[in-house]
């Protein structure tokens, strides 16, 4: 199934659109299916309703870790390079990790999980972490992966949404110098959590921890109790796989749903392809598993494909700003998989960090998250792949489950700051904000999706008319990505950027309402308003108006007690760049913060405000224009 011309690529789009039944049933063969299909896909954007692989019955694990043990059980399937570079690194092969994820399986079973119970892991990017996610796939539990950064109120949130029934955690992460009392928060979360009957944890920085009788388990107690003999549970194509929650432009973030046959033959395929996969090679993928990235790109993807997947638990910049170089030349990788943010803020280091280092085992280079922009492209291609390694500029989302418009490397001829061209079987058109396409080249609109592809979400946990409301209904039968888009001369893709009220944070989404209610809790503060800004590293930055809150003490302090709720409502992730006290926002007669007007402010483009006749009060724009030139 791998691709390995242009002339190919062209062939298989071409099939794709023509007859994707057929296209996608050869795809599927490469997977290991119980019962094959008896129908490949059944769909309608309007309900919507959408299903893949009809009748076929497997699990994800087989095809991850058992189909690669009669020939390649010695081989690295995880290689775990931890935060500090001092600690030896681990590797586990396809037959270790085989053992480990079945061992830890059975821990689950024996603390009471079953097929569709859903899981709760808030774990640091360690080995543990895939074997936990792989243990839930193995006996049919749901995952929900939290990512280390969240808040416990964040947390107590989306296993309330979800009833989770199980959390696997750890004592607590390494994060650089710093270390994460993971433990801690959540005990914290699970004071509002009553459907959580279990916890397992997990000692990796063996500090103190509380541990609740009856509640409390220790990893390394539970696994010596259980064998690893774990036989894998017969999942329907269409059974969840797991729920990953994902901000969206307004209220809580959703619980995006993915199944088992449909996503699996995603992942796999477009890992194969997009990054050129050859049998042997080492691949990095720095994301967090906290986030669909890691979901499809560490684990599910590259374990389907018998790949060598990297497991990185640090930052780019601990010890010293070397480290991805270092990590590259020790592991002789060949594949660096990382997003924009990552290469701007190395950029900014200068080429000190990189003298010495030996990269010349890179052979494909990789960005996802957010648009890169030229300077950055350039940089990694020159300083990184010498000018040799193709730049993969993948563009997708927690939703699409996989890749869906990017380059296939050693293919598709590539372009700065462009995602190329869609991957075969996806078929995306520009649309105009009446839903009217706009045909032909060298034009920009919305980006929306037509066609259904198996990767995609089915609905959004407990509330399927979320789902419908926020991706179907904008423009009737078409998906909706929440994406500007340009399509060039060429009919070359790129992404602008969020059209809606979603920021892109260091390649991390929030939505600007989330934020808001997350300022809003704070005793002093009436309203507020978020946007996002231009930001040299993180892509976009925070800037919050609010309406001179009831201080406490000097103004300085009290933005630092609302950065302090916002950390505890959301997470350090979510906290405003900048605050800017004023007197109003500026609103319409009905109401309704013109939202625009704020944007040019913080993006200090206040020459051309456009039309501003509908405002309550100019008076006000006025004042917060001053007020944001005197803010640093
Ligand atoms: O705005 C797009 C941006 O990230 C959003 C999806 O975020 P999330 O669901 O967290 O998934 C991120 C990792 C897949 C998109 O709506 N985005 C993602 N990749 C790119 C991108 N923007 C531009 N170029 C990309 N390559």
């Known amino acids: 199934m791998q691709i390995t011309s242009f002339k190919q690529y062209e062939e298989d789009f071409k099939k794709s659109v023509e007859n994707p039944e057929q296209f996608w049933g050869e795809v599927a063969q490469n997977f290991q299916w119980r019962k094959p299909w008896y129908k490949v896909l059944s769909w309608d954007f309007k309900e919507p309703n959408i299903k893949w692989f009809e009748g076929a019955k497997l699990n994800i694990t087989e095809n991850c870790l058992d189909r690669h043990l009669e020939k390649n059980g010695d081989k690295p399937a995880i290689i775990w390079e931890p935060n ?29 999980a079953k097929k569709g119970d859903r899981i709760c892991i808030y774990m640091p990017m360690v080995p543990e972490l895939a074997i936990a996610v792989l243990a839930c796939a193995r006996i049919g539990a749901v995952h929900s992966v939290i990512f280390g950064g969240f808040s416990a109120k964040s947390i107590a949130d989306r296993i309330n949404d979800s ?34 009957e279990k916890c397992i944890v997990l000692t990796h920085v063996r500090t103190p921890v509380s541990m609740l009788k009856g509640r409390d388990v220790w990893w390394e107690d539970e696994v010596k109790h259980v064998n690893d ?36 033959v995603y992942a796999g395929y477009t890992f194969t392809n997009v990054f050129n996969y050859q049998p042997g090679e080492v691949y990095f993928c720095t994301a967090d598993i906290g986030w669909i990235t890691g979901h499809s790109y560490i684990v599910y993807g590259p374990l389907s494909q018998g790949a060598t997947s990297v497991l990185f638990e640090g930052i780019p910049t601990y010890p010293t700003p070397s480290r991805f170089w270092d990590i590259i030349e020790k592991h002789k990788i060949n594949t660096l998989y990382t997003a924009p943010t990552a290469i701007r803020s190395l950029m900014s280091y200068g080429e000190g960090p990189l003298e010495g280092k030996d ?6 280079l990789g960005s996802v998250g957010e648009p890169i922009n030229e300077e950055a492209w350039h940089w990694f291609d020159e300083k990184i792949g010498h000018g040799k390694a193709p730049i993969v500029d993948t563009w997708w989302q927690t939703e699409t489950g996989g890749i869906m418009i990017s380059p296939i490397a050693t293919v598709t001829p590539t372009k ?25 080249n060298d034009v920009m609109g919305n980006l929306c ?36 888009c340009l399509r060039d001369q060429d009919g070359y893709y790129r992404i602008t950027g969020r059209v809606d009220d979603v920021l892109n944070v260091s390649g991390h989404r929030i939505g600007t309402a989330e934020v808001e209610n997350a300022i809003n809790m704070h005793a002093g503060v009436v309203e507020s308003a978020v946007v996002g800004y231009p930001h040299d590293v993180k892509g976009q930055g925070i800037y919050a108006f609010v309406i001179n809150p009831e201080m406490h003490g000097e103004a300085e302090l009290t933005k630092k007690d609302i950065l302090q ?5 959301i997470g350090a992730i979510a906290k405003p760049d900048k605050i800017l006290f004023v007197s109003g926002l500026p609103k319409t007669r009905s109401g309704k913060i013109m939202r625009r007007i704020l944007r040019k402010i913080a993006e200090g483009d206040t020459a051309n405000l456009g039309d501003t006749s509908t405002l309550l009060d100019p008076n006000v724009v006025e004042e917060i224009i001053e007020a944001a030139k005197a803010l640093k």
């Open 84 to 112: 500090s570079h001092e600690e030896e690194s681990v590797t586990l092969t396809y037959k270790m990790l085989h053992e480990r994820v079945c061992r830890f399986a059975n821990v689950l079973k024996r603390n009471g």
């Open 163 to 196: 009833q989770c029934k199980l959390v696997i955690t750890a004592d607590g992460a390494y994060r650089g110098s710093k270390q994460i009392p993971l433990k801690d928060v959540i005990d914290d979360a699970l004071i509002g959590c009553p459907t959580v």
């Open 229 to 264: 003999i774990c036989e894998a549970e017969e999942m329907d194509a269409e059974d969840m796989l797991f729920i990953l929650y994902t901000s969206g432009s307004t209220g809580k973030p959703k619980g995006v749903v993915h199944t088992c046959g449909g996503y699996m």
């Open 359 to 364: 990269l010349s085992s890179i052979r494909v």
């Open 416 to 440: 700065p700051s462009f995602a190329t061209l869609p991957l075969p079987g996806i078929q995306p058109i520009l649309v105009d904000e009446n839903g009217k396409e706009i045909l032909g």
């Open 449 to 484: 999706i037509k066609f259904p592809w198996p990767g995609m979400l089915r609905t959004t946990y407990g509330d399927h008319e979320r789902c419908k409301q926020t991706y179907f209904s904008t423009y009737p039968d078409l998906y909706f990505t929440g994406d500007g």
């Open 565 to 569: 709720t916002v950390t505890r409502v």
